[in-house]
């Protein structure tokens, strides 16, 4: 257990990654990059950060596609998922994190309430955008918003120097209630399960060895604080069982 606040650890495993980061905040108003900067050698690693509180600026300075803040909203996966890009591509980052959410007391519908949170995230290949519902008033929700958008970082960090990577992966439940896996993505191509070997839990979440084709080992993890998977190619030795 370590006393050290999310942001010294981004610190730390940003140094470490070599990589660079930009943020892009609507709900927030820049509380992500004011908890970035207060660590003494961010420029080294954060290339800086845009608010982009309105429709307008989303659009003119992230690209957010006019379309899609009309179909879905601005607190949405899709938008916060073009912001994340946008972000990252505006500023010349390695990964692009965003914002957008309700933070209240006004503006909440029954479809999307006071409290709700999108929080995206872009990294070359690993594109994932994470829902939240939090209680509290408007400081609070900002505080939480910005609190989960460094954990979530720290936990990309810390899986990617373990060889992990953000996957999609297409489920069902067995008449035990056990997922399994059908079909997953790996760096931009989707493959068909073959065959289920082993599976575990621990603080990670739930581990699944899977086969696809050409007898390639694929290590799924499904992370159930995130609601996201990961997945980690391991070699062909590797046992199944």
């Known amino acids: 257990m370590t006393d050290e606040t999310l942001e010294i650890l981004v610190g730390k495993l940003m140094t470490q990654s070599g990589l660079r980061l930009a943020v892009a905040e609507s709900c927030t ?24 509180y309105s429709n307008e ?59 709700l949170v999108w929080i995206g995230f872009s990294a070359g290949s690993s594109d994932a955008a994470w829902k939240y519902n939090w209680i509290g008033d408007r400081l609070q929700i900002k505080e939480q918003a910005a609190e989960q958008a460094l954990r979530l970082l720290v936990d990309f960090l810390t899986k990617k120097s373990t060889h992990w990577e953000s996957t999609n992966v297409t489920a069902r439940f067995d008449p035990q209630g056990k997922i399994i896996p059908l079909s997953f ?51 062909r030795d590797d046992r199944m069982a």
């Open 57 to 115: 600026a989303k659009m003119r300075l992230l690209g957010v596609h006019q379309e899609t803040l009309e179909q879905h909203g601005a607190v949405s996966q899709e938008t916060v998922l073009e912001m994340a890009r946008g972000v990252r591509q505006a500023l010349e980052a390695d990964i692009g994190i965003s914002v957008s959410g309700i933070a209240g007391p006004d503006g909440g519908t029954a479809d999307k309430p006071v409290g």
């Open 185 to 235: 993505t790996w760096r931009g191509s989707t493959y068909t399960v073959d065959s289920i070997g082993r599976r575990w839990q621990d603080e990670a979440g739930l581990h699944i060895l899977v086969m696809a084709p050409a007898e390639q080992v694929y290590e799924l993890v499904y992370a159930p604080g995130e609601q996201h998977w990961y997945a980690k190619h391991h070699r």
């Open 29 to 52: 108003g820049g509380l992500i990059g004011h908890r970035i900067t207060n660590v003494p050698g961010s420029s080294a690693y954060y290339m800086g950060g845009v608010i982009t």
